[in-house]
T-cell receptor
């Protein structure tokens, strides 16, 4: 079956530091890959997505590249801000008639001033 | 354009009771799915409805059920509540036409079972 493995953290960084959150996946076929972010007390917000190999998703300074050869979709940001403190979830959707997301366990990011 | 709307946002129920949660998808979206989020199990898929038909179901007991109405609004019901059902229940919608299968989530309904 499908699975997503991401570094669980917590990750604590200083403002303006570089961020990487690793995500690898196992899936049949050609999944779409997503990063969602959850701020305290809120639901999930789509951060970025990629639908095929070598696609790069980007939003709000965050980036992730769909690497089929390494089955990875690592999240990066060059300079984090305090407002980026949240839980980040990597997810995949294998598509076809099976429209459901498989999530990693989430990574708590805390950015200190 | 309004996002996915869930009601109620917070509720407290007693063990053994039943609860109904409501979800209004993004306008024009025909697919609604439900997820349960707990600290221990993380995010788990409950079920998906498309045009009033359940198309996919996760690994949850029969106490968890749902339905979708002709206007795409959806409800989920949990009967005979157990303490372990305390969770954030997230509804999500999808247009059905997005080739990237992008799913958009609501703010969630926080259920506490005491």
């Amino acid at each position: 079956g499908n699975s997503v493995t991401q570094m669980e953290g917590p990750v604590t960084l200083s403002e303006e530091a570089f961020l990487t959150i690793n995500c690898t996946y196992t899936a049949t076929g050609y999944p779409s890959l997503f990063w969602y972010v959850q701020y305290p007390g809120e639901g999930l917000q789509l951060l970025l997505k990629a639908t095929k190999a070598d696609d790069k998703g980007s939003n709000k300074g965050f980036e992730a590249t769909y690497r089929k050869e390494t089955t990875s979709f690592h999240l990066e940001k060059g300079s984090v801000q305090v407002s980026d403190s949240a839980v980040y979830f990597c997810a995949l959707n294998s598509g076809g008639s099976n429209y459901k997301l498989t999530f990693g366990k989430g990574t708590l990011l805390t950015v200190n001033p | 354009k309004a996002g996915v709307t869930q009601t109620p946002r917070y509720l407290i129920k007693t063990r053994g009771q039943q609860v109904t949660l409501s979800c209004s998808p993004i306008s024009g979206h025909r697919s609604v799915s439900w997820y349960q989020q707990t600290p221990g199990q993380g995010l788990q898929f409950l079920f998906e409805y498309f045009s009033e038909t359940q198309r996919n179901k996760g690994n949850f007991p029969g106490r968890f059920s749902g339905r979708q109405f002709s206007n795409s609004r959806s409800e989920m019901n949990v009967s005979t509540l157990e303490l372990g059902d305390s969770a954030l229940y997230l509804c999500a919608s999808r247009s059905g036409r997005d080739s990237g299968n992008t799913i958009y989530f609501g703010e969630g309904s926080w259920l506490t079972v005491v």
